[in-house]
């Protein structure tokens, strides 16, 4: 679950499969009495439907945890990114970093660094969207040390320059108007 409105529907699949729930968070559901089998089986449907997945081996689960903690803090926080993401993540989860980060490669096909520069620069193009702030001070909230670092992620990234991504926008927006 990466947003508000995941955690919403499974709260109401929840309810409506009659599982007593005490917190449902980002990629947790935390159960009163662990659910029948076939609770277990409707649920999984159920999200299978809506394009969510019930997770339950613990190396799925602790991937998808990483994934939580990374989107969490990308694009959920406003104290963002002067955290050494490796750090944060042994912290948050218990483990050793070499193990996360051997794990989430082997299983996801990606190191979670490029899983971090993938979430900054999708962050980056939402900022950009909303034109709040200038490539300077989206380059200093990101983190980034430099507009040219940010620049040539975000290009090796998309294709585009973060001008050129805005004045495709800017662009598709006058049209439609």
Do not use: W
Request: net charge neutral; charged share 25%; aromatic share 10%.
């Amino acid at each position: 679950m990466v947003s508000l409105r995941c955690i919403m529907v499974v709260k109401e699949e929840l309810r409506n499969l009659g599982i007593g729930f005490a917190n449902v968070s980002l990629g947790e559901v935390e159960v009163f009495e662990y659910p029948s089998g076939e609770q277990i089986e409707t649920l999984r449907l159920n999200l299978k439907s809506i394009g969510l997945e019930l997770l339950e081996n613990k190396r799925s689960i602790l991937i998808n945890k990483i994934k939580n903690e990374v989107i969490t803090l990308i694009h959920h926080s406003d104290s963002l990114l002067k955290v050494n993401f490796s750090e944060h993540l042994c912290k948050q989860l218990g483990y050793d970093y070499t193990y996360l980060s051997n794990l989430f490669s082997d299983v996801m096909g990606i190191t979670i660094q490029q899983f971090i520069i993938f979430n900054k620069i999708e962050k980056v193009k939402e900022l950009l969207i909303y034109d709040e702030l200038n490539l300077t001070e989206i380059s200093y909230k990101m983190d980034y040390s430099s507009v040219s670092h940010l620049s040539n992620q975000f290009k090796k990234l998309t294709g585009l320059t973060p001008s050129y991504f805005k004045h495709i926008r800017e662009l598709r927006k006058s049209r439609l108007q």
